[in-house]
Structure formats: structure tokens, C-alpha cells
């Protein structure tokens, strides 16, 4: 292989879910200011799942249009990044596997690390690619975030799933090989197996997450990664979109560069569109800002994004990728803001209506109702096994 042959994003493509909650509706319950969230915080709405909704039916709905768009023929890999995950054992991937009838001659497998793992899995993915230039690894993110009722963390919930098919000589992006890390052992954020929602330290979680930019970027700068200057904007892990001004200010001071409130503002705001109106999708908001930043402008071709990934617990990583001149033909737009703008809106009680009713775990068979406006649906679980089918236009 040549050393220089690139190897990045080829294509991306997001899913969320069918039901919306906004933060106007929100506080109305809660009693706060709604400039809390929506300045803030700087989230108007959150994804709420449906029923028949969980982070295989959004991969799925991800990764559908992918598949379509490439076929199936140079895949032999399929990483799936989950903090959300169905089964201790089997890989949620599988389920996937499946659903898009892909070939056997596939390996799958799933990654955790809080927020950082759909990080984890590109930079696998692209090792392996590196390897064999032939294949390709699909990649997918898929998380629901949900926090206690009546929790500060509430606010900050969200859901989607984001594909990305990683090759040689990518469409999209191109990944640039420095790359900055920073591991601390630290209790600001995680969720016990026997637990549906995290257990969460906000004000500590923060702090970690700033001082975790700081590392990684300290480790970027001694691998010979770009200086802060040349990077266009940077995308940052979004758990609520201010959060990630904060972690822009915490960089430049950390880079040694004088920034106004003004100038870090318009810098990260090509990043936020799509995660302040879907929420928080831990593994997926990374790549959701992405999206954002590609689909907001089609002229960034020769330009260089940095990327920072923070996964609670905690792990993050410091990279950069340099967008492919042509790339604004192979975007998804519309498709993108098709699925967010479609999500039917809910009042609070029916978002505590579906909170209330988790999937039973008693075994028997339950049929779930049909909600989802995707093309794939849980409808239902027997014997301890969720049950998929495939349904709308894709069916056929
Ligand atoms: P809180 O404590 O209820 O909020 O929840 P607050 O009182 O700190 O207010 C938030 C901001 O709103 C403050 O601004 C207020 O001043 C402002 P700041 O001081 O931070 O700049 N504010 C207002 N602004 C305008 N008008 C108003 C108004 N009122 C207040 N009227 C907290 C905040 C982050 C604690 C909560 O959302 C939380 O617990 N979130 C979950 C944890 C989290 O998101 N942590 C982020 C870092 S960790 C991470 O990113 C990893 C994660 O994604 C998980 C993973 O890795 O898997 C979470």
C-alpha cells in the first residue's frame, strides 16, 4: 500500500428518532426559564424514542442509505459503538446484520466507552482499512440518552444513530494520522448494568470533560498534530451544545490563542445545529456536528476540522480531518433534515407515559404497537429476544 494513500469517512448518514420533546414543553413541567435551556444550555428540543424505537432500528435506519448508495461487496467489517446496549452478550450489530440482509463474510462486533466509542471504532475502522485498502468498515453510533425524571440531566437527553462507511480514498474525509489522547479514571458519569438511566455528577462531569480537552490536545500538539490556527472549526462531543463553546474557550486559552466570546461563538456555530434540536447522542453527537458542519456549507473542500471525543469515565481523543474537494455532492442533506423535521412533537405526559412502560422482562411474548415512521420497528420480544421486521418502502 502506498504510505500516503488517504483512508477516512466516505459517506455519512444520520437517523433519529419519532417523537420530539421540546424544552419549551419541558419547562413547563419543570418550572424553569426556558432560556435556561435554550441559552443556557443551548438545547430547544430532545428525540424521544417511540415504542418501537431503540439504537438497532435508528443504526438501521442509518446505515440503510449507505448500504444502498456503496452496495455491500467491500464491507467485511461492521463496528458497533453503543452505550445503549440491548444484550450483555450478543452485538447489537448483529441484530443489524441482519435487518439489512448483509452478506456472512462479515466480522461484528460492539465497542463501550461511554460517549467515546463511535471515536474508538472510526479509528479501528481506518487501521483496519489501512491494512487492506480494498475493504471498508461500517461504522455505526447509536445511543439513547436518558437520565433520571426530574434530574438537572434531564434536559440533556436525546437519540440518533449516525453511519459512516470508512475507505481508502474517502469522499467525505479524510483522517489525519496525529492523533491526541487523555485517559483518567474518574466517576463523573456511568450506568450500572442494572440500571436504564446514568448516574451522573453534571457540575463534576464538566470539569472532566474540560480538563480531558486540555490532555488530549496537550498530547495532539506532542505528536505533531496541526497547530490550532489551521483548523477551519473544531466538533466537539455535544452532551448539550454549549458545552461545546465551553470546551473551544478551554482549547484556544490551552493553545495560547486570545479569543473573544464573539469569535468562539461563530466558530462552533456550523457545529450545533443538529445536536441542540436532537439532543444529546452520546456516541453519535460527535459525528451529528459533523453532519452539521458539511451539510451547513459545500465550499470547505482543502479545509482542515479538528475533533474532539469525550466519553465519560473517562477517554478522549484529539483528531483532525481534511474535507475532500468534491464532497458536496455526496452529501444528505435533505435527508438529514427530513428526519428531524418529520419527528412528531409530544406533550410532557406522553413522554412520562412512555417512560413508564419499559419493555417487560418476564419472558412472555409482547407485540409492540407500530409508532416509528422508520423503516425498521421493534415489534416486539419473546423469550428475552427482541424481535425486528423491516417495514415502509424498504420491506419490498
Ligand atoms: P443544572 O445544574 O440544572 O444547570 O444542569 P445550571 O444551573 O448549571 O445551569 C446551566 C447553565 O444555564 C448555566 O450556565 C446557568 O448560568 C445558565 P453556565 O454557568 O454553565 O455557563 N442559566 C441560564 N441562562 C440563561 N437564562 C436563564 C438561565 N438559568 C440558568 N434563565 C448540568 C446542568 C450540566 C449539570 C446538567 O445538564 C447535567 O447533569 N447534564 C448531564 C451531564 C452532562 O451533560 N455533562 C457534560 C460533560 S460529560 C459528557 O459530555 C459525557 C456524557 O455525554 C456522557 C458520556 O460520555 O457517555 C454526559
Not at 135 to 152: C, F, G, K, N, R
Not at 351 to 378: A, C, S, V, W
Amino acid at each position: 500500500m502506498p504510505p500516503d494513500l488517504p483512508v477516512g469517512i466516505h459517506d455519512l448518514s444520520f437517523a433519529t428518532s419519532s417523537l420530539v420533546l421540546t424544552h419549551t414543553e419541558l419547562s413547563k413541567h419543570t418550572g424553569a426559564n426556558v432560556a435556561k435551556y435554550h441559552t443556557g444550555i443551548g438545547q430547544k428540543a430532545m428525540s424521544v424514542p417511540a415504542a418501537d424505537e431503540d439504537i438497532v432500528t435508528m443504526a438501521a435506519d442509518a446505515a440503510a442509505p449507505v448500504i444502498t448508495r456503496h452496495g455491500t461487496g467491500r464491507i467485511r467489517t461492521l463496528l458497533f459503538a453503543t452505550e445503549t446496549s440491548i444484550d450483555q452478550s450478543k452485538a447489537a450489530g448483529v441484530y443489524l446484520h441482519s435487518l439489512l440482509r448483509l452478506p456472512s463474510a462479515i466480522r461484528v462486533v460492539e465497542l463501550k466507552q461511554a460517549c467515546y466509542s463511535g471515536t474508538a471504532a472510526l479509528q479501528f475502522a481506518a487501521a483496519l482499512v489501512a491494512r487492506n485498502p480494498e475493504e471498508q468498515v461500517l461504522v455505526l453510533a447509536s445511543d439513547i440518552a436518558s437520565y433520571d425524571l426530574d434530574s438537572p440531566g434531564e434536559a440533556t437527553q436525546g437519540a440518533a444513530a449516525v453511519a459512516m462507511l470508512v475507505s481508502a480514498k474517502p469522499a467525505l474525509v479524510e483522517l489525519c494520522p496525529a492523533t491526541g489522547l487523555h485517559t483518567d479514571d474518574i466517576a463523573d458519569f456511568w450506568r450500572p448494568n442494572y440500571r436504564s438511566t446514568a448516574v451522573v455528577d453534571g457540575k463534576k462531569s464538566a470539569a472532566a470533560y474540560l480538563a480531558a480537552v486540555d490532555g488530549a490536545w496537550r498530547d495532539y500538539q506532542a505528536r505533531g498534530g496541526l497547530p490550532l490556527e489551521q483548523l477551519r472549526t473544531v466538533c466537539y462531543h455535544q452532551p448539550f451544545t454549549r458545552m461545546a463553546f465551553k470546551a473551544h474557550q478551554q482549547l484556544t486559552n490551552a493553545a495560547g490563542i486570545k479569543s473573544s466570546n464573539k469569535a468562539i461563538e461563530s466558530t462552533i456555530a456550523p457545529t450545533t445545529r443538529y445536536n441542540e434540536t436532537i439532543g444529546n447522542s452520546y456516541t453519535a453527537s460527535l459525528y451529528l456536528a459533523l453532519a452539521a458542519v458539511l451539510d451547513g456549507n459545500d465550499t470547505l473542500g482543502e479545509e482542515t476540522i479538528g475533533f474532539f471525543s469525550y466519553g465519560s469515565g473517562s477517554v478522549a481523543e484529539f483528531f483532525a480531518g481534511r474535507v475532500v474537494p468534491g464532497y458536496g455532492d455526496r452529501l444528505r442533506t435533505r435527508a438529514h433534515r427530513e428526519t428531524i423535521a418529520r419527528r412528531r412533537p409530544i406533550d410532557y405526559a406522553a413522554y412520562l407515559k412512555l417512560r413508564e412502560h419499559p419493555l417487560p422482562h418476564d419472558g412472555g411474548m409482547h407485540l409492540i404497537p407500530r409508532q416509528t415512521q422508520g423503516n425498521f420497528r421493534l415489534c416486539g420480544i419473546s423469550n428475552h429476544q427482541r424481535l425486528y421486521e423491516v417495514v415502509g418502502p424498504l420491506s419490498a
